[in-house]
């Protein structure tokens, strides 16, 4: 596996579902982010860890769970979504988040179908 | 002053031509500006970036032009080809922060 994969591709859930977005970096960096893309809205960025602790919680709703067990690894843990949470979610990754986080690595996203 | 606004949202030329893509910013405190692809079904990929230290930066068929005194800079796709037809986002970005502010994205399609 080479840089950034996320599982699943693509995820529907219920309102009252429980699940999980996994993303893993092949790359080295310490840096990983969660983004939502919706259309016709600017990539919106939901949450930063650098060096596993998280240094950006972008306003999002406690229904949005993360957790980064090390470097390598980010989930992204769901619960009781909401129909307008439908969108595809990018994970990517970068060298640093420090004083210049750099180029950055995306996986192909997951694609999520809140019903 | 957080926003980067990008125009047009969709474009259609023919095969040779060149789209032009343009993105404006109001924050002078951004100093990096790069222009991500991304075709469907994948995630965006770094195309070109630039600093506002040169007006313009050339990687083969793409160029940035950036002109710091009105705030905007613009992709240029020289003899494009339906290979190219994909989504661009033009982003920013300050120093000393990981944050990039993303433009809304401009849909190209290239006819052969």
């Known amino acids: 596996e080479t840089g950034v994969t996320q599982t699943p591709r693509h995820l529907v859930m219920g309102m009252t579902n429980k699940k999980s977005l996994k993303c893993e970096q092949h790359l080295g960096h310490n840096a990983m982010y969660w983004y939502k893309q919706s259309a016709k809205k600017p990539l919106e960025l939901m949450f930063v860890y650098s060096l596993e602790e998280r240094v950006e919680n972008n306003s999002v709703p406690s229904r949005f769970s993360p957790e980064c067990p090390n470097s390598s690894h980010l989930f992204l843990h769901l619960h009781t979504l909401q129909p307008e949470d439908s969108a595809l979610y990018l994970c990517?990754?970068?060298?640093?988040?420090?004083?210049?986080?750099?180029?950055?690595?995306f996986g192909e996203g997951s694609r999520l179908t809140v019903l | 002053q957080q926003q980067v606004k990008q125009s047009p949202q969709s474009l259609i030329v023919q095969k040779g031509g060149i789209p032009i893509i343009n993105c404006a910013y109001e924050?002078?405190?951004?100093?990096?500006f790069p222009w991500y692809q991304q075709f469907p079904g994948k995630g965006p990929a770094l195309l070109i970036a630039i600093r506002p230290d040169v007006s313009e930066k050339k990687e083969g068929r793409f160029t940035i032009s950036f002109n710091k005194s009105a705030k905007q800079f613009s992709l240029h796709i020289m003899d494009s080809q339906p290979g190219d037809s994909a989504t661009y986002f033009c982003?920013?970005?300050?120093?000393?922060?990981?944050?990039?502010?993303f433009g809304t994205g401009t849909r190209l399609k290239v006819l052969a």
């Open positions: 982003a920013a970005s300050g120093a000393g922060t990981y944050k990039y502010i």
């Open positions: 924050n002078t405190a951004f100093d990096y």
């Open positions: 990517a990754s970068s060298q640093d988040a420090g004083v210049f986080a750099g180029e950055l690595f």
